[in-house]
Nanobody, 116 residues
């Protein structure tokens, strides 16, 4: 079955960096675009970044452009989110998502807290 497992979250000071990972299994990873979302307390889940199947196209939310970078390693079935210059407003649970044949699959999420 399809599984997405996020890791790499934690507590970081403002201005710091974190790299999130999402390990995928149960489907042909290299065929599909991958996405990172986040959800802050009391807010709707929002799309943070997307990457096409062969990494040729990357898109970002305006709020993270220039600070976050999405990448993937198709040999390892893993997608990454490099987060730099973190701000308190980046605090959220971060999820990866894949859309397979019009069905959305989500990971369990990883908490990122940006605080001094």
């Amino acid at each position: 079955q399809v599984q997405l497992v996020e890791s790499g979250g934690g507590l970081v000071q403002p201005g710091g960096s974190l790299t999130l990972s999402c390990a995928a299994s149960g489907f042909t990873f290299s065929w599909y675009a991958m996405n990172w979302y986040r959800q802050a307390p009391g807010k709707e889940r929002e799309l943070v970044a997307s990457i096409s199947n062969v990494s040729s196209r990357k898109t970002y939310a305006d709020s993270v452009k220039g600070r976050f970078g999405i990448s993937r390693d198709n040999a390892k079935n893993t997608v990454y989110l490099q987060m730099n210059s973190l701000k308190p407003e980046d605090t959220a649970v971060y999820y990866c998502k894949v859309l397979l044949r019009n069905i959305e699959y989500w990971g369990q999420g990883t908490q990122v807290t940006v605080s001094s």
